[in-house]
């Protein structure tokens, strides 16, 4: 996103509670990080508004991102998300959720957790952060990789520093504030 989503996104239905309550706030919830990344391997090719428009459809064909469950997913499931017409009816996405849920399970046995492995390759630059998600997980290009980073806290970029939400998210100390100088969060998704 950019300064462009500071600016667009309050007021808005959709976009604003997510540009002011989730957008670049740290989160150790297992639930809430496989969410996220779901969210943008889906949002590929299409905007974010659609995405969140299809949120409450995601979060109930994919088992409230339970990882253990989606892990567990089989035929019979890929085909039920492939028929349901609230959700991005891609194979090749939904095959991917599914095998990442199943990635994820593996990181608890090396890191403890999702957010443990993520914390033990940060801080990195960009470049090295797609390369270490495309070795681990499926359907994650330098975009979406970006933009799940971000979303989280690890890589700055979520708000600008004159937006009000800036402190609220630096005063939670994310992931990125504790390795760079202070100064901007700079931005990156722009659509609205």
């Avoid at 997913?73 to 849920?101: C, H, M, P, W, Y």
């Avoid at 957790?113 to 940060?122: E, N, V, Y």
Wanted: proline letters at 7%.
């Amino acid at each position: 996103m950019s300064a462009a989503y500071c600016l667009a996104a309050p007021g808005h239905p959709l976009h604003g509670p997510y540009h002011d309550s989730e957008y670049g706030f740290p989160s150790d919830d297992e639930s809430v990080l496989f969410e996220r990344l779901a969210l943008e391997i889906n949002q590929a090719g299409l905007s974010w508004l659609t995405v969140l428009q299809k949120r409450e459809a995601f979060r109930a064909a994919f088992a409230g991102f339970a990882v253990d469950r989606v892990a567990a997913f089989g035929d019979a499931e890929t085909a039920r998300l492939l028929g349901d017409a609230g959700i991005v009816r891609n194979r090749q996405k939904i095959q991917s959720v599914i095998a990442n849920a199943r990635r994820i399970q593996e990181l608890r046995g090396s890191h403890g957790s999702f957010k443990g492995w993520l914390d033990a390759h940060h801080p990195r630059p960009l470049d090295s952060w797609t390369r270490l998600f495309r070795q681990n997980f499926r359907f994650t290009g330098g975009l979406i990789v970006s933009e799940f980073l971000m979303s989280l806290g690890y890589l700055p970029g979520a708000h600008q520093p004159d937006c009000p939400v800036y402190p609220r998210v630096l005063a939670l100390a994310p992931p990125w504030s504790r390795d760079q100088p202070p100064g901007g969060m700079g931005g990156a998704r722009v659509e609205t």
